[in-house]
């Protein structure tokens, strides 16, 4: 069955860095646009970043571009999110989530057809 497996999370000062991975099976990772979203506790689930599915496009929220960079490795059937320069606002579960209609780059939760559980990022102050 469909698998997104998201780890890396964790606790980490402001300014500080972290690295999510999210590894994918039971679909073909390589022909599914990937896209990380995150979701803070009281609000609604909002997009992050995505790459489509040859990882040759990229696309990122306003609040993250310059800090965070999304990457796919199509042999390992992994998607990757950097996060640099973290700020206490960057706190929330983060979920990665495929989708298969590659002609667009979608920044919207419906787009999208297989979520992860999520991972906890907190950057403390």
């Known amino acids: 069955q469909v698998q997104l497996v998201e780890s890396g999370g964790g606790l980490v000062q402001a300014g500080g860095s972290l690295r999510l991975s999210c590894a994918a099976s039971g679909f073909t990772f390589s022909s599914y646009n990937m896209g990380w979203f995150r979701q803070a506790p009281g609000k609604e689930r909002e997009f992050v970043a995505a790459?489509?599915?040859?990882?040759?496009?990229?696309t990122y929220s306003d609040s993250v571009k310059g800090r965070f960079t999304i990457s796919r490795d199509n042999a390992k059937n992994t998607v990757y999110l950097q996060m640099n320069s973290l700020k206490p606002e960057d706190t929330a579960v983060y979920y990665c989530a495929a989708d298969r209609t590659t002609f667009r780059l979608s920044r919207l939760v419906a787009a999208y057809d297989y979520w992860g559980q999520g991972a906890q990022v907190t950057v403390s102050s």
């Open positions: 790459t489509k599915a040859s990882g040759g496009l990229t």
